[in-house]
């Protein structure tokens, strides 16, 4: 039989890694999305073109970061981490807009999939989960990398939509949890947009952590199948 990915153990590596590594995921995170914020509220109700240029800008910033973490977590693998912000920055930047036009395809892809019948976002977000582990740490181009992907996950589709389902969840609930506090404390757009930022700083890291852990977790669970079947059989006894 197979060895099948497990759900609680991605999930625990996941956050153990966030734990242990706050003091560089949470900071990054903020100041990226602040930066981010502060576009936001410069754009606010102004022309077409300064919006997009927002937009964009957001985008960038937003697989700039998860790519950064997917450094992070090769990094760490050995269990210390041996680079700065800084080289973390630098290894991701040749891989920046691979990483932004498979993420902008996925996101599409998956969100007309949800639109229309649900079950094939779904099966989107679950071939493609680990496209991005794929592009920053194999250096493949953007279609290789959606068909690597779904290569690694082939055997494990179930637990690894589990995975990301509630880390998803996880997700939304902290975002929402920030949301009522912000409503609470006081309302107007600079309020809002602190907010905003740190409910990005929060949530920011645990995509890519999950997708990372999932991409290490079902390489070595490819390789494990791999030498099982090359294993000689043993002998029968006369």
Known sequence: MEPKLSVGDTLSRTFSIYRDQAGVLLPVAFWLFLLVAIAELLAGDNELSLFMVSLVFGVAITFLYQGVVVALVKDVQDGRRDHSVGELMRLVLPV??????????????????????????????????????????????????????????????????????????????????????????????????????????????????????LYFRLLELQSDSSASAAAPEPPVAS
């Open 96 to 213: 920046l807009f691979p990483l932004i036009g498979a993420g902008v395809l996925v996101g599409i892809s998956v969100g007309i999939g949800l639109l229309l019948l649900v079950a094939p976002g779904l099966f989107l977000l679950t071939i493609w989960a680990v496209t991005a582990p794929v592009i920053v740490i194999e250096r493949r181009g953007v279609f290789d990398a959606l068909g690597r992907s779904r290569q690694l996950v082939r055997g494990n589709g179930w637990p690894v939509l589990g995975v990301i389902l509630v880390a998803l969840l996880i997700g939304v609930v902290v975002a929402i949890l920030l949301a009522v506090a912000a409503d609470a404390i006081a309302d107007g757009e600079i309020v809002g947009a602190v907010f905003s930022t740190l409910a990005a700083t929060v949530t920011a890291p645990i995509e890519g952590l999950v997708a990372s852990i």
